[in-house]
């Protein structure tokens, strides 16, 4: 009765913090947190360890992003990006079908609520009207799995003409109470500029892009969205500087997120904010092992030993 009783409660506890409670992903490094480039011409990935579904992606000619401390927003950090010519691109994503069952958040019937705050720096050379734009993963859902995958593309430019972003400030959009207009990016078959708002992809009828003699993808309210994606780049001509942050997506089926990217403290191993004891034995049940690349080796010397636990000692009690 007793462990039922436990049950119960944790249940309601866990309910409770996805209805109510912003959900922080924290760097992958310390602060000042990450700078994820690579200088290749092919996409360079780097999957999070914690939380799991997380990655940078599509990174390619000396495109940045990374969790970090250049634009502090609701705590210490934000997602910043910078794309230094008009080949560089990169994003930040969460794929809810690597680890979610069922793999997908919701129907796209059922979406009610994407919103975000991007910022553009002043510095930025790249045409104006351009900012980060926000990217949900949509596919239909046949026979137990996703097909039909691609984008929904939000663009401030296609709703609202080719105007310039203010620049140096951060600015909060909503595209689905607000029936912004998007656009379709269907994996690997080019893009579909046909924006239409989303009351038009969330009915029961749907939308299939045309281009001449290329056809999208068909979705409609019963295609499922099982994922997001932020990201600069590719051909924005000129150099683009610029963070986005508190991403919040809601669905009527009561799935509903509020993520916060925040620099992680040294020391706070679990990502959970906090240096504290928690962290401490994380480091003690894996101590004399070693690791490339993993939360517990702080210092990064792939061996999980005093170095690292002297990290956490010394920033015990941050964040508490
Ligand atoms: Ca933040
Ligand atoms: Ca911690
Ligand atoms: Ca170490």
Redesign the pocket.
């Known amino acids: 009765m007793r462990s039922v009783l436990t049950i119960l409660i944790c249940f309601s506890v866990s309910t409770a913090f996805y209805a109510q409670t912003q959900t922080?992903i924290f760097s992958i490094q310390p602060e000042p947190g990450d700078l994820f480039t690579h200088a290749g011409s092919n996409y360079l990935f780097k999957l999070f360890f914690q939380p799991l579904g997380w990655y940078y992606g599509h990174v390619q000619y000396h495109g940045i992003v990374g969790?970090n401390a250049r634009y502090?927003?609701?705590?210490?950090?934000?997602?910043y990006f910078e794309t230094p010519t008009g080949l560089g691109k990169s994003d930040i994503e969460y794929r809810h079908d690597i680890v979610g069952s069922p793999p997908y958040w919701g129907r796209l019937g059922d979406l009610e609520w994407l919103s975000y705050e991007y910022y553009r720096d002043a510095q930025s050379t790249a045409p104006s009207h351009l900012h980060v734009p926000i990217r949900i993963y949509v596919g239909n859902w046949v026979n137990g799995r996703i097909v039909d995958p691609g984008y929904l593309i939000y663009e401030h430019s296609v709703n609202f003409g080719v105007v310039p972003i203010p620049t140096d400030m951060w600015i909060q959009e909503e595209v689905v109470a607000s029936n912004r207009r998007v656009w379709q990016n269907p994996i690997n078959q080019g893009n579909f500029f046909d924006a239409q708002p989303f009351s038009v992809w969330k009915s029961p009828e749907g939308y299939q892009p045309r281009e001449g003699s290329r056809i999208g993808v068909h979705w409609n309210a019963d295609s499922v969205v099982y994922g997001i994606s932020l990201g600069a780049g590719t051909g924005w001509s000129g150099r683009f500087v610029g963070a986005i942050?508190?991403v919040v997506i809601r669905f009527r089926n009561g799935v509903e997120y509020h993520f916060?990217?925040?620099?992680r403290l040294a020391g706070d191993v679990n990502a959970d904010g906090a240096v504290d004891d928690a962290d401490l034995l994380e480091i003690l049940l894996r101590f004399g092992s070693s690791c490339a690349g993993c939360a517990w080796d702080i210092n990064g010397d792939r061996a999980i030993d005093d170095g690292d636990l002297l990290i956490v000692l010394m920033n015990f009690g941050r964040g508490l």
């Open positions: 922080r969790i502090p927003r609701s705590g210490n950090g934000s997602v942050d508190n916060n990217f925040e620099a």
